[in-house]
């Protein structure tokens, strides 16, 4: 009986994930509340907005009074731009006067954010050559050590500014490395080197350093702009503490077949599971290219009527087994893997990685449902 197929779910979706754009404008709104007076929020939305799809997110984001976004590149800049439609906004690229899109940078009105005195003078020759000042954001490295200008470069430039007069400097930005544990000296020595270094350049132009924990690290982090992405996304930007930000995802997918197996038997490649009694086991339809990571195995579980059901051998492309040992079920009916009872950052901690990388790893081949609640 709790084996025969639930029929009416044959034609139904194998996996779906639900993006809640309410809770992506309210997470948006109420970061912008946490701000200091004049300051604003613009929004990562790199990588396809963190895996959930820039076109609805920037759309929804919009909506919410949003005008400012990070991407990661420029080709990613002319896609936004194409998405938002003629609607207003600043669009920055992170990686700078790279790629093969670059020529359209202008056409689109995409700002690179500009790493090194390479890319400085790169952009500048770029400027006299159309005769007009380009826009740029100038990106200060304050210890992180991955990109953005060395203080002996800062140095070079406040000793000769020149360069810079071919340019329209909108923002100069800096990033930091350990905003998501606020007892870290390294936000406190970050801090130091933002105000020493913008002080010597002395540019009349607008300063961002946070991102989403760094906007809970205080006021004094947040200057012009903040540049919050994941805690938009619902990722707790206090790792500390309870998450303040709203869920934004939900991904369920069904299970296709359900058997009952004898103690010995072993579950899946390499056979290293082996059963310590017999037991229900439900194959799920989702696997490592649906963004559940191989190092799941042994370790994670999904969720089918409530209840936390074990991911038992190693995952495979395109699915799991989960021991569903006591429960009353058929092909068809959804297991939960990511929702009410198991948070991105719950998955994350299981997974031994961070909400990121779940996020931008969920693949193509989920049913995306935006939801507005
Ligand atoms: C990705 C990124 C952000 C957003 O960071 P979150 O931790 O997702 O809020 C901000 N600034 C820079 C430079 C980034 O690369």
């Given at each position: 009986?709790?084996?025969?197929t639930n029929e009416?779910?044959?034609h ?5 994930l639900?993006?809640?754009l309410?809770?992506?404008a309210?997470?948006?709104l ?11 929020a613009a929004a ?12 609805p997110v920037?759309?929804i984001l919009?909506q ?5 976004f990070?991407v990661?590149d420029?080709?990613?800049?002319i896609?936004?731009?194409k ?5 207003e906004?600043?669009?920055?690229a992170?990686?700078?006067?790279w790629?093969?899109?670059l020529?359209?940078a202008?056409?689109h009105?995409i700002?690179p954010?500009?790493n090194?005195l390479?890319?400085v003078?790169?952009w500048t020759?770029a ?10 954001v100038?990106?200060?490295?304050t ?9 002996r470069?800062?140095e070079t430039l406040?000793t000769?500014?020149?360069p810079l007069?071919?340019l329209d400097?909108r923002y ?11 007892s870290h000296p ?8 933002f105000l ?6 002395n540019?009349p ?5 946070a991102?989403?924990?760094?906007i809970?690290?205080?006021e004094?982090?947040?200057f ?5 992405g994941a ?5 707790n930007?206090q790792p500390d503490?309870s998450?303040?930000m709203?869920?934004v995802?939900t ?5 296709l077949?359900?058997r009952?197996v004898?103690r ?8 290293d ?8 086991l439900?194959?799920?339809s989702?696997g490592y ?5 191989r190092?799941?195995?042994g370790?994670g579980k999904?969720?089918i009527q409530g209840?936390?059901?074990p ?5 495979s492309?395109?699915?799991?087994v989960?021991?569903v040992?006591?429960?009353a079920l058929?092909?068809?009916d ?8 198991q948070?991105?950052d719950?998955?994350a901690?299981t997974?031994k ?9 969920l693949?193509?081949r989920h049913?995306r ?5």
């Amino acid at each position: 009986m709790s084996t025969s197929t639930n029929e009416t779910s044959r034609h139904a979706p194998l996996s779906t994930l639900r993006i809640d754009l309410d809770a992506i404008a309210q997470n948006y709104l109420s970061l912008q509340k946490r701000l200091k007076r004049g300051c604003d929020a613009a929004a990562a939305v790199k990588a396809d907005a963190y895996g959930l799809g820039a076109g609805p997110v920037a759309d929804i984001l919009h909506q919410a009074n949003c005008r400012h976004f990070y991407v990661a590149d420029i080709a990613e800049g002319i896609a936004l731009r194409k998405g938002l439609d003629g609607r207003e906004a600043q669009i920055y690229a992170l990686q700078g006067p790279w790629g093969s899109a670059l020529s359209d940078a202008s056409h689109h009105a995409i700002t690179p954010v500009l790493n090194s005195l390479e890319d400085v003078h790169f952009w500048t020759d770029a400027a006299r050559a159309a005769g007009k000042r380009l826009p740029a954001v100038l990106h200060l490295d304050t210890g992180m050590n991955r990109l953005g200008l060395r203080p002996r470069n800062v140095e070079t430039l406040a000793t000769d500014p020149s360069p810079l007069k071919a340019l329209d400097i909108r923002y100069v930005m800096s990033h930091l490395a350990c905003a998501d544990h606020p007892s870290h000296p390294m936000n406190a020595t970050q801090l130091g080197f933002f105000l020493k270094l913008t002080r010597l350049l002395n540019l009349p132009c607008p300063l961002s350093l946070a991102n989403s924990s760094g906007i809970f690290l205080g006021e004094e982090y947040h200057f012009d702009q903040t540049r919050p992405g994941a805690a938009i996304y619902g990722i707790n930007p206090q790792p500390d503490r309870s998450n303040p930000m709203q869920s934004v995802v939900t991904l369920t997918a069904r299970i296709l077949q359900v058997r009952d197996v004898d103690r010995g038997e072993s579950v899946g490649y390499a056979a290293d599971y082996v059963l310590p009694a017999e037991a229900k086991l439900a194959t799920i339809s989702a696997g490592y290219a649906d963004g559940l990571l191989r190092s799941l195995a042994g370790l994670g579980k999904v969720y089918i009527q409530g209840k936390p059901c074990p991911i038992l051998g190693r995952i495979s492309m395109d699915a799991i087994v989960a021991d569903v040992t006591g429960l009353a079920l058929r092909p068809g009916d959804e297991a939960e893997i990511l929702g009410a009872h198991q948070s991105v950052d719950d998955f994350a901690r299981t997974e031994k990685t961070i909400g990121y990388e779940i996020l931008t790893a969920l693949g193509a081949r989920h049913q995306r449902i935006y939801a507005r609640t």
